[in-house]
């Protein structure tokens, strides 16, 4: 499968508190990227990390990418009910060939408690 | 800059009839691609499009088709609609820069929710 699984299927924490949730895929890639969809709507580009990169921070997220383990993490501190969302990562299998094809796997939904 | 805009955003048809779908894509962006999310399925891809041509496909039957128009628009097609295709339809544009490389990132639409009866 070339899609990225993500783990915990759900999580649920208090206001606060760090989110973090797991990707894992099985190809090589030429970048990964996390996206956020709440409930019913499109989904939002959050980051994107590129294969030679290990680490990357966008405000209250930071990203890690371990290609040896081919695995992802999303980090997201300090966490707000706004924050209540399905998280998606998509890994990106080559420099550009397949345009707009993403394989997306069945998300983490978060669900953070006022 | 206006975001992807997809029409109509909620609709329902019964099982025979067909449905068009419309996504305009960010200005600039030439490059269009179709999801389907079902609770069962989860994002499942449709087909993409670029300059007027059929890019990729997804492994979905030919009752599924699409086009792209030369601003780019785009529409998708269901033709004798099922009770399983009943789910929410994304489109994404996305940025295609100079060689024709990907900048890499998706613009979603809202998504357009299609209920077949």
């Known amino acids: 499968s070339q899609q990225g699984e993500e783990d915990p299927q759900a999580l649920s924490i208090q206001e606060g508190e760090n989110a973090t949730m797991n990707c894992s895929y099985k190809?090589?890639?030429?970048?990964l990227q996390w996206y956020r969809q709440n409930s019913g709507r499109g989904l939002v580009h959050l980051i994107l990390?590129?294969?030679?990169?290990r680490e990357k921070h966008s405000g209250r997220l930071r990203v890690t990418l371990d290609t040896s383990k081919k695995s992802s993490s999303l980090l997201i501190t300090a966490s707000r009910a706004a924050d209540t969302a399905s998280y998606f990562c998509?890994?990106?299998?080559?420099?550009?060939?397949?345009?707009?094809?993403?394989?997306f796997g069945r998300g983490t939904q978060l669900t953070v408690w006022p | 800059k206006a975001g992807v805009t997809q029409t109509p955003r909620y609709l329902i048809k019964t099982r025979g009839q067909q449905v068009t779908l419309s996504c305009s894509p960010i200005?600039?962006?030439?490059?269009v691609s179709w999801y389907q999310q079902t609770p069962g399925q989860g994002l499942q891809f449709l087909f993409e499009?670029?300059?007027?041509?059929?890019?990729n496909k997804g492994n979905f039957p030919g009752r599924f088709s699409g086009r792209q128009f030369s601003n780019s628009r785009s529409e998708m097609n269901v033709s004798t609609l099922e009770l399983g295709d009943s789910a929410l339809y994304l489109c994404?544009?996305?940025?295609?820069?100079?060689?024709?490389?990907?900048?890499?990132?998706?613009?979603f639409g809202e998504g357009s929710r299609l209920t077949v009866l």
């Open positions: 994404a544009s996305s940025l295609v820069g100079l060689a024709g490389a990907n900048t890499g990132e998706l613009f």
């Open positions: 190809t090589s890639i030429n970048n």
């Open positions: 990390i590129r294969s030679n990169e």
């Open positions: 998509a890994p990106r299998l080559d420099r550009g060939s397949t345009l707009g094809r993403l394989y």
């Open positions: 200005s600039g962006h030439r490059s």
């Open positions: 499009y670029f300059s007027e041509t059929q890019r």
